[in-house]
């Protein structure tokens, strides 16, 4: 494989090209990860709104602790200290808890109840304004529940994503979670978002962390801004 790292000037059509390398790369090394719906919509979104900040064992914490008040309905009507109580495990719970109790009264009377079902087959677009709409529920979260439970085509990003992404060249430096999210969803089509999602969140976890990229068994090295730059310095911390 010739490195393309650095490469700029081929312009739009060379970064679709080291995207889609980028893509089987990873395929190659990691597999095709199967798409399974997870859990249901309305889950996903409470769960989602739970984890920001925190870590998955503690948000899922705090969502069974949560679901011990009972249905959505319960929830939403509960005593604002009692859901305080539940989702203590998640922290910022003095936010996240009057969030989810705004969510719920806006899906209740906008839609009569709880069913997102038709997330499925709505416009994209329309689909993330619809969710984005409601409080505490950011760009990030609303593609999360897209993805993740009917396979549309959006990129979520968190923070493994934003730094391989940097780290690849593929954005500016400091380029935000939108602005990677654009990138990604602008050089590859929507049928790759949930494999490459999995495959980046593995390389994130395993290979490229935060405090220590270990390029020299990376599969993307060849791809890579960062691993160009410090070839042959072993193991580097940011």
């Known amino acids: 494989m010739t490195s393309m790292a650095g490469a700029a ?5 060379d970064m679709r090209v080291r995207a889609a390398a980028i893509f089987q790369t990873l395929i190659d090394c990691f597999g095709t990860p199967t798409f399974r719906p997870g859990s249901d919509p309305t889950e996903e979104l409470i769960g989602t709104i739970l984890s920001a900040n925190t870590t998955d064992v503690n948000s899922g914490r705090a969502f069974a602790r949560l679901q011990q008040l009972g249905d959505w309905d319960a929830i939403r009507t509960a005593p604002l200290p009692a ?3 539940a989702i203590r495990p998640a922290g910022m719970y003095n936010q996240k808890g009057p969030h989810i109790v705004a969510t719920l009264e806006q899906l209740r009377s906008k839609r009569g109840g709880y069913d997102l079902s038709d ?4 416009a994209v ?3 993330l304004a619809f969710l984005t709409s409601m409080p505490g529920v950011g760009q990030k979260t609303a593609s999360i529940v897209l ?3 009917f396979n549309r085509g959006v990129f979520p990003v968190d923070t493994h994503i934003q730094r391989i992404t940097q780290r690849l060249g593929l954005c500016a430096p400091s380029a935000s979670p939108s602005a990677v999210q654009r990138v990604w969803e602008g050089l590859l089509p929507p049928e790759t978002f949930y494999p490459l999602h999995i495959n980046l969140i593995r390389l994130g976890r395993e290979i490229c962390t935060a405090r220590v990229a270990r390029c020299p068994m990376c599969p993307l090295q060849d791809w890579c801004d960062y691993a160009q730059v410090n070839r042959g ?6």
Do not use: H, P, V
């Open 9 to 13: 000037a081929g312009g739009a059509a």
């Open 83 to 85: 859901i305080i109580d």
């Open 233 to 238: 310095r072993g193991m580097r911390t940011t």
């Open 147 to 149: 993805l993740f439970c």
């Open 125 to 127: 677009d329309e689909a």
């Open 119 to 122: 997330l499925a087959t709505m």
